[in-house]
């Protein structure tokens, strides 16, 4: 009886987190309030951030290249340059105009 009732939590918490509200945001404005994020840390990891809340987000921020256009890279003495970072942001932003910085 205990393992049906932990049963029927579990199912309760998965269809309540598809009843919310973030759920029903549109993606124009999903991609509005992205974009104030993502250009307000100005890193190269705040579209990857936001890409791995959840897949719907994730299909929202790949899908706007505008998310991928304006980054700043810091340099560590000593490192490589994150060259697969820049290819996918490349990739990403499509025509967008670029804006980065190291």
Known sequence: MQ???DR????LRDYSALL?????VPNDVLCVIFGHYCRSY???RAPVKLASI?????SVVIS???LWSNFTFSSV????PRLPLIELILDRSRQQPLEIRV
Request: with cysteine; charged share 20%; aromatic share 4%.
């Open 77 to 80: 003495p000593g490192l490589p």
């Open 42 to 44: 100005k890193t190269a």
């Open 64 to 66: 706007t290249p505008s």
């Open 3 to 5: 393992h049906k009732r």
């Open 20 to 24: 919310s509200p973030i759920r029903r």
């Open 8 to 11: 029927l939590v579990v199912h």
């Open 54 to 58: 959840c897949s719907h987000w994730r």
